[in-house]
């Protein structure tokens, strides 16, 4: 079989790279498939290039419009994962390590797509609360998010060649900004073919995304002001890059997630009776084998109690005596070879320091052992070794380091502080779990650990059926952790996205910043007009559109009434209560009367209008009390539009109308000297008229 060239993907064009490139081996039987150059590539041009034409038009696009482009990519990739797989197991994953890696990738693609929903279809976004910063409410502040105007390089691991590059790419695209993806070479064929499939289906924009399959070296000297870099792998060479003076010099953030000893803890309640140790053992066994312990989150650390430690050992060394070993295109093979034999060579060697102080309990590296259809001496196949260290707390070395394979050391520990001692010891990690069934254990296990870790799971038997696992990051959760694991974060839903946004503070007028935003601010000078903004379809509705209403008197009559009809009785309400040591001066309004007749205020009694449906209400505050007497009316106005795209295919005719939802807030006042007596956002569907 000839050697493929694999090509880097440049300023628009597939090209090789120049010169001998770096030889790539089937894990498995270690024939000689691919070869890898970036020789001749020049990445200060390839980084202009997406700062230029790849930010040109996605910067300008829409959340909802990048979303929706997201889920076209996601579908695409879905439909095109066969040849995936078949080029995955090249790579030494199997079946289950590939879906992983490959299905998880384009479910993160997915799960960004629908966090559009939660952004407004601007390139932009407003983070948090308005502040008010005058007396009159003239003058107002907030925090705008736009995108960053440079480019997001990423520089990935060798043990997720999908997932690594689609969890990130979700991410950045999502926000508007293009990227360089720069995966370890030894599984890049996988990345470029995947990547092949995104350029040649034209759903991105041309730049948005670029490839370097050989070497990246050099890559950092040409960032600037606008960039952003994040690393996924080893901690040494993770600071290695981090200390590159262009980084400092262009303030350019560089994000580090690092390999680090993660560690798994039985609960001291936990005996082997409970559902709880077959979930401990299954998990600390899968977490050992799926990738070949080849995961940046894979269970390092096993800290048990010391009594339940000989019931440990027996159960995890049967369940990983059942593992079967072999190349994972065979259905039987149950865990696959390493990435490669220079992996297996630096496990190896991590190995060696480990024996120096502990001891070999499950595996031995001399020992032959059958291999399923691959080759034991060609492949860079491993059987899982487990040791144990009897003094945890003296004979450091399973703390500081790490065999990055199907290796774990199990250790004793006599109470939970003891527990939350050597959780600590790794100095910062991905991600540590409890299995326990005593609740107070783990919130204990929480407080204790917290600070070293970017992730704690707690396992017990009510989740642990549909539970992702301890190695399984989400992506609308921050994965990243403190210390060892480098500091940084990656995915984190909206989190993640402000990444790679500039937050600026904006200071002006409530009516100059609703223009700006086109969300209506507290304030603001609304457009009045003669005609209801209920009657107006979708397109027509302008931000800003409002509506005052005429004034109506609330009296002790209404407010019994109310009562009876609610059967809400509470004290307050009632004519008769005697006030004294109360916040009350005499019976009041409920609020959510006071709502309901702003609802009366605000609705336009037309038998029919553009409005299909009121679906909630947001950030209803009640400001003061309303009594008897008062006169009530409200400013009804139009805040936010939401666009939704059609669903032409689904069964129920009401949901194929076209449509969109609609923000209104309602300011709701009283004839008083402080008359704002409450606030409310209404969410309703408005009908198109197109």
């Known amino acids: ?131 008010n910063l005058s007396k009159e409410g003239t003058f107002i502040g907030h925090h705008i998010m736009t995108p960053k105007e440079g480019v997001a390089i990423h520089i990935n691991a060798f043990n997720f060649p999908v997932w690594g590059m689609l969890e990130k790419i979700a991410v950045n695209l999502l926000a508007g900004v293009p990227s360089i993806v720069k995966p370890a070479t030894i599984t890049s064929y996988l990345t470029e073919a995947v990547v092949k499939e995104i350029i040649a289906s034209g759903i991105l924009p041309e730049g948005c995304l670029q490839l370097v399959c050989g070497s990246a070296r050099g890559i950092l000297d040409h960032v600037q002001l606008g960039d952003v870099v994040t690393f996924t792998g080893s901690r040494a060479t993770g600071n290695m890059l981090k200390a590159t003076p262009q980084l400092a010099d262009a303030g350019v953030p560089f994000t580090m997630e690092a390999d680090s000893l993660n560690c798994c803890v039985l609960g001291k309640d936990v005996t082997p009776d409970m559902p709880e140790f077959d979930i401990f053992i299954k998990e600390v066994a899968r977490e050992i084998t799926v990738k070949a312990g080849q995961k940046c989150t894979a269970i390092r650390r096993v800290i048990v109690p010391e009594e339940q430690i000989e019931n440990v050992k027996n159960a995890l060394g049967a369940r ?58 060609k492949g860079a196949f491993m059987k899982p070794m487990i040791f144990f260290n009897d003094a945890p707390y003296k004979k450091l070395a399973c703390h500081n380091v790490e065999a990055f394979g199907p290796i774990s050391t199990i250790m004793p520990y006599k109470d939970l502080d003891d527990a939350i001692g050597l959780a600590k010891l790794g100095k910062g990690s991905l991600v540590g779990s409890i299995i326990t069934a005593d609740n107070t254990i783990a919130k204990d296990f929480l407080m204790g650990s917290a600070g070293t870790h970017g992730r704690i799971l707690i396992l017990n038997s009510e989740c642990a059926k549909e539970s992702t696992g301890h190695g399984s990051p989400m992506p609308l959760l921050t994965h990243g952790g403190p210390g060892r694991a480098g500091g940084g974060e990656e995915m984190g839903g909206v989190r993640g996205v402000a990444h790679y946004m500039d937050r600026t503070a904006i200071q002006g007028s409530p009516t100059t910043i609703m223009e700006i935003s086109n969300q209506y601010q507290m304030g603001a000078k609304g457009n009045i007009t003669e005609q209801h903004p209920f009657t107006k379809y979708y397109e027509e509705l302008v931000v800003g559109d409002q509506l ?98 059609l669903k032409p295919d689904d069964e129920d005719p009401k949901n194929r109308l076209p449509k969109g939802i609609v923000k209104w807030m309602v300011e709701m006042y009283d004839d008083s000297d402080e008359p704002l007596i409450g606030v409310a956002t209404i969410l309703t569907m408005v009908k198109l008229k197109g």
């Open 1 to 131: 079989m000839a050697i493929q060239i694999l090509e880097n993907y440049a300023e628009g064009k597939w090209v090789q790279g120049q010169g001998e490139g770096q030889t790539l081996f089937n894990a498995s039987t270690g024939e000689a498939l691919y070869s890898a150059s970036s020789q001749g590539v020049d990445f200060g041009s390839m980084m202009h290039y997406a700062r230029t034409k790849g930010r040109e038009k996605l910067a300008k696009m829409g959340f909802h419009d990048r979303g929706l482009m997201l889920k076209k990519l996601a579908l695409h990739l879905q439909s095109k994962k066969r040849n995936f797989y078949n080029i995955s197991y090249q790579t030494g994953a199997t079946k289950v390590d590939s879906w992983i890696d490959i299905e998880g990738g384009i479910g993160n693609l997915f799960t960004y797509a629908s966090l559009r929903r939660q952004f407004p279809n601007e390139p932009f976004y407003l983070e948090g609360q308005v502040a």
């Open 320 to 377: 990983l005596e059942k593992n079967i070993i072999g190349n994972p295109t065979n259905e039987n093979t149950r865990m696959g070879p390493l990435a490669g034999t220079d992996q297996r060579a630096d496990v190896l060697e991590a190995m060696e320091k480990l024996q120096a102080e502990n001891e070999l309990i499950i595996g031995n590296p001399t020992e032959n052992f059958e291999v399923l259809d691959g080759d034991a001496e």
């Open 548 to 645: 005052i209403s005429k004034e109506r008197l609330i009296t002790a009559d209404d407010i019994d009434k109310f009562a009876e009809l609610s059967g809400d009785h509470f004290y307050a309400h009632k004519r008769d209560t005697d006030f004294t040591d109360t916040m009350f001066d005499e019976q009041v309004a409920h609020g959510y009367f006071i709502m309901s007749a702003a609802a009366g205020l605000f609705v336009d009694p037309i038998e029919k209008n553009p409005v299909l449906l009121n679906y909630g209400i947001d950030e209803l505050r009640f400001t003061k009390p309303v009594y008897p007497g008062a006169k009530v009316h409200i400013k009804f106005t139009c805040k936010e539009k939401i666009p939704t795209e």
